[in-house]
């Protein structure tokens, strides 16, 4: 899964999408995930650091993973895949 | 190299920035920001109390004109007068309801001396909210169908086809969201008298509202095409901020539209963007909107580049534009003086 190349993203977690207009209010885990992403990182590699950096269980964070791929999909973040 | 544009004088009407605004005072904005302070800025206002009249820093004199309906001979007889003391190079009428007056005279002021840059009657005709659904099928263009209500008892098939929410929508401005036939009858009634008929009663589609503010090039292509997402909207729909977006499936479509029209001049199309991400065309106004100025601060000064066309310069169509750039409308008390009312009021200049 990758954050569409045009959304602009800031450190504070603002997420602009210049297609549509619409605009997020992230927090500061947002947008240091955002930022991962849009680096090009792999999902076992961003997922990797969260592990090593906070007190989390890996089926946590899988579950908190996936919740957060479905708010991307739904807010028109990613990129569709095909 | 000296600014060749920098002393033009160039007339405009839509000097009623009010919570309906009409596009004139973006548009000399723009122009002010491209060509300069020196540039000279005749306003042509219909009523004495349009608040562009007396902001003197950007309009230096404003003449009365003519309502519409007393026709072209009228405005011509005034145009001429107000040519003789003024010498004016350019006009960019801003109202739909005076282009068809305009386009009628734009021969006789081109003899004057008197540059125009404006679509023909036909082109006129074809985005007319009354041929709009036709225009699209004819085109392939998403229009919400409609039906034309010449008398009340009208709505009762268009209710029967389209159901509530109705748009309910005057000839030439104005649109009402109704919910129940009371509410229907009534925007019907008060649409009518204002505008005439026919009425269009036009299908509800839900979605996001984007409109496009555009330059036509007479050639069947766009010098500008610059795309804004409401982002607040007035009881009247108007948009009171935005921010430009970029999206290629918009400029193809107002591409599609020049390319169809060969129109000539600014335009704004009204556009519904729903949830299959199907663009509805809602209106195609046939002159600048009241948000051109974002064009300007976005990159793509549109009506400093409709001076240059109409003065038969070449304009490179614009390429790119800032996406994010927002703009918030406002409201100011600006204090006069009445004797500039009466000014106005009396004699009809200021």
Redesign the interface.
């Known amino acids: 899964m990758k954050i569409k190349s ?1 959304i ?1 993203t800031s450190e504070n977690g603002f997420i ?1 999408n ?4 619409d605009s997020f209010s992230g927090n500061t885990m947002a947008a240091a995930l955002l930022l991962a992403m849009k680096s090009g990182k792999t999902e076992r590699e961003i997922k990797q650091e969260i592990l090593d950096r906070y007190d989390v269980k890996a089926d946590q964070l899988n579950r908190d993973w996936e919740d957060w791929m479905i708010q991307l999909k739904e807010a028109n973040l990613l990129e569709l895949e095909g | 190299m000296a600014n060749k544009y920098a002393n033009l004088c160039i007339a405009v009407t839509g000097l009623n920035a009010n919570d309906n605004p009409g596009p004139g005072m973006a548009v000399i904005r723009s122009l002010k920001e491209s060509f300069g302070e020196d540039l000279r800025i005749i306003g042509l206002s219909y009523e004495s109390l349009e608040p562009g009249i007396y902001l003197r820093n950007l309009v230096n004199k404003t003449y009365q004109v003519p309502y519409p309906t007393e026709g072209t001979a009228a405005l011509l007889d005034r145009l001429t007068y107000i040519h003789q003391q003024e010498n004016i190079d350019l006009v960019i009428p801003n109202f739909d309801s005076e282009l068809f007056n305009f386009i009628k005279i734009a021969p006789q002021l081109q003899q004057m001396g008197i540059a125009t840059f404006l679509p023909s009657h036909q082109q006129l005709s074809f985005r007319d909210k009354v041929h709009l659904k036709e225009f699209g099928e004819k085109n392939n263009f998403h229009v919400p169908a409609d039906h034309k209500l010449f008398q009340a008892e009208d709505l009762r098939k268009a209710t029967d086809d389209f159901n509530f929410p109705l748009m309910v929508k005057g000839k030439f401005y104005d649109a009402h969201i109704v919910y129940t036939m009371d509410q229907a009858i009534k925007a019907f009634h008060q649409l009518s008298v204002t505008w005439g008929v026919p009425v269009i009663a036009q299908q509800y589609i839900k979605g996001t509202e984007i409109n496009i503010a555009a330059l036509g090039d007479g050639k069947g292509g766009n010098a500008s095409v610059v795309a804004m997402r409401k982002l607040y909207i007035t009881e009247k729909g108007k948009a009171w901020a935005g921010v430009t977006i970029k999206d290629d499936k918009l400029i193809d479509l107002a591409n599609q539209f020049a390319a169809a029209t060969n129109w000539k001049g600014g335009y704004e199309m009204e556009i519904m963007s729903n949830d299959k991400g199907h663009l509805y065309i809602l209106e195609i106004n046939p002159r600048f909107p009241a948000w051109v100025y974002l064009t300007a601060a976005a990159g793509q000064n549109q009506p400093a580049a409709l001076v240059k066309m109409a003065l038969d310069d070449e304009v490179e169509p614009f390429e790119d534009y800032q996406a994010g750039k927002l703009f918030v409308r406002y409201s100011w008390d600006h204090i006069a003086d009445i004797t500039d009312f009466q000014q106005m009021s009396v004699f009809g200049e200021l």
Request: cysteine-free; aromatic content about 14%.
């Open positions: 045009n602009a602009f210049p297609a549509t207009g």
